[in-house]
């Protein structure tokens, strides 16, 4: 399926632990594109909703960078 294709080909890529950690970092700041109305107007609610239920879970922007560079430099040392 094209999913299964789709999948496959982000298997195939090689990236750096700093490329990871930005984004990963990257993700937050969209998921909090999404959640502001003003800023994404046209987003649907249910997409909205799942972006919200998300970052509940999300580090607040001060400690997730910390956290993943902690993870990344025990994983790749």
């Known amino acids: 399926t ?3 294709l789709f999948l496959s080909k982000m ?5 750096q632990p700093n ?3 930005e984004a990963m ?5 969209f998921l909090l594109r ?4 003003k ?3 046209r987003i649907p609610r249910e997409v909205r909703r799942e972006a919200r239920a998300i970052m509940r ?3 607040p922007a001060h400690e997730l ?3 993943l560079d902690k993870l990344f430099e025990n994983k790749f040392i």
């Open 57 to 59: 879970h999300y580090p």
């Open 19 to 21: 490329q990871q950690i």
């Open 34 to 37: 999404l959640t502001d109305t």
């Open 25 to 29: 970092v990257g993700a937050r700041e």
């Open 65 to 67: 960078r910390p956290l």
């Open 39 to 41: 800023e994404t107007p």
């Open 2 to 4: 094209q999913r299964r």
């Open 11 to 15: 298997k195939l890529r090689i990236s």
